[in-house]
């Protein structure tokens, strides 16, 4: 096999919801790409209304592992539910009862390749591309946004962060490390396509952005160090703008409320397992900013940052795996990783899905996984 090209994701998912309309619900997403191709969103479970879970993929179109693991976790759910077993991913196994409880206890929200255009042009001219394809007069690597870069959270990274925090972002369309922010937070359909699904499903409440390479699972925040124990120190204060991204100081610190970072580390902990039960791989667990580099406009972050800016809305823990040691495995390779992410994400759909819509069997047939 080879790795899905974008028009196969997209057949793909409509093909799975063709196959599945009682478990699935395909969504069309508004803001076509500048190459006017249309994306969509394939949301998986039985009831609409239960708590769900937002799953992006191909955000960093030289990450080519993530749809195509996207795709499959799909596929796998979906057939597995369909035929009352189980799966296993190497030497991690999911019940048949916890696959009955994923598709009746919570909703997966797969977006699985949120930026096709970068993707088709990684796949098709060069490798490494990283961005999208937004136009600039001068071609070349001024071409394209980085959409992880370009999200409606200390966007500005010149004016939110200290001048010598080494913010992994740029407002330079021609800076050859790719991480152009975009002419203003949220400017790309790509970025407004994921906002939109925040804005108009206000059941997510879980927020991972699929990655590679590292390999790790981050959790909230990546503009600084946490810290839940002065409220006032946080990304609305202009106070702390000067202040900000400097690793180890004491000025300065991130605010996530002890409940929220508990549950992000627990859950983190869970996916981590899971992948670490398939092949003995091992995916620390850590915040964002520790984990990488200080980060503006990162799809994790602004998830989590809504219910902050606007307490009507939904607090959606945020998430970002960084999975694999290469951006482009060979295909062998690429299978084992697709393992190691779908047992991680569904380890993680089971733990929040209800428990209610569980009941384990005495004997359970369970069926190996490609």
């Known amino acids: 096999m080879a790795y899905l090209n974008v028009d196969e994701i997209e057949t793909a998912l409509q093909s799975l919801a063709a196959e599945y309309p009682e478990l699935t619900e395909l969504i069309d997403l508004p803001h076509p790409t500048h190459e006017g191709r249309r994306t969509r969103c394939l949301r998986i479970g039985a009831d609409p209304d239960r708590d769900g879970v937002l799953l992006l993929g191909g955000v960093h179109a030289r990450e080519w592992v993530p749809p195509d693991a996207l795709v499959s976790l799909a596929a796998d759910l979906l057939e597995a539910g369909t035929l009352g077993t189980g799966l296993v991913y190497g030497n991690h196994q999911i019940t048949a009862a916890r696959v009955k409880q994923v598709l009746e206890g919570t909703s997966l929200y797969v977006y699985a390749c949120v930026n096709p255009d970068g993707r088709h042009h990684s796949q098709t001219a060069e490798p490494m591309w990283r961005k999208n394809r937004r136009p600039h007069p001068n071609g070349g690597i001024c071409t394209g946004v980085d959409v992880n870069r370009n999200f409606d959270f200390l966007w500005d990274h010149t004016a939110k962060f200290h001048p010598d925090a080494d913010v992994a972002t740029s407002a330079n369309p021609c800076d050859p490390r790719q991480v152009y922010r975009g002419p203003s937070a949220a400017s790309e359909p790509e970025t407004r396509n994921v906002v939109h699904l925040l804005d108009t499903r206000p059941d997510i409440r879980w927020h991972v952005d699929v990655h590679s390479y590292v390999p790790v699972i981050l959790h909230n925040w990546g503009s600084d160090d946490n810290q839940s124990t002065d409220p006032q120190q946080n990304f609305r204060n202009p106070d702390y703008d000067a202040l900000r991204g400097l690793p180890g100081d004491t000025e300065y610190g991130e605010y996530i409320p002890a409940e929220d970072l508990d549950a992000e580390v627990a859950l983190g902990t869970v996916i981590s397992e899971a992948i670490r039960q398939v092949r003995g791989d091992v995916y620390p667990v ?47 390779e690429a299978e084992h990783v697709i393992r190691e992410v779908s047992a991680g994400l569904l380890a993680l759909a089971a733990e929040v899905a209800d428990p209610a819509c569980s009941e384990e069997p005495a004997s359970v047939d369970r069926r190996e996984t490609s």
């Not at 998830?303 to 307490?311: G, P, T």
């Open 286 to 332: 850590e915040a964002a900013f520790g984990g990488l580099y200080p980060t503006s406009g990162a799809s994790d972050d602004y998830a989590y940052s809504r219910h902050f800016e606007d307490s009507a809305r939904s607090r959606v823990l945020g998430f970002t795996i960084e999975c694999a040691h290469s951006f482009q495995p060979p295909w062998t």
